[in-house]
């Protein structure tokens, strides 16, 4: 089982930039697909972006590529979103998950079976 808390959420400014951070507890941290997915007021969760196990494969939803990274350090059992050319309809809470293996590529988002609190990100116009 892993624990996950993210961290990095905050108030800017169109055209800014934030990097959400989520650290893992857990010895096998190595082993998990991660993903980030938001969640608007009044919208459904939506999947952000996802990166595999060892991080040498990324995916990302139409609406972030080019604009957003997900990076992946499993020595420091962390993953991140870097978020560039922020826009008002990136405000959300955003949530990291982790899927055990075995798992699609990118992972459903029935197979994430550990997910964050959440942090809120707010872009002001």
């Known amino acids: 089982q892993v624990q996950l808390a993210e961290s990095g959420g905050g108030l800017v400014q169109a055209g800014g930039s934030l990097r959400l951070s989520c650290a893992a507890s857990g010895q096998t941290f190595g082993r998990y697909a991660m993903g980030w997915f938001r969640q608007a007021p009044g919208k459904e969760r939506e999947f952000v972006a996802a990166?595999?196990?060892?991080?040498?494969?990324?995916y990302y939803a139409d609406f972030v590529k080019g604009r957003f990274t997900i990076s992946k350090d499993n020595a420091k059992s962390t993953v991140y979103l870097q978020m560039n050319s922020l826009a008002p309809e990136d405000t959300a809470v955003y949530y990291c998950a982790a899927a055990e293996p075995p798992c699609s590529a990118p992972p459903l988002p029935e197979e994430f079976d550990f997910w964050g609190q959440g942090t809120q990100v707010t872009v002001s116009s």
């Open positions: 990166v595999s196990w060892n991080g040498g494969r990324s």
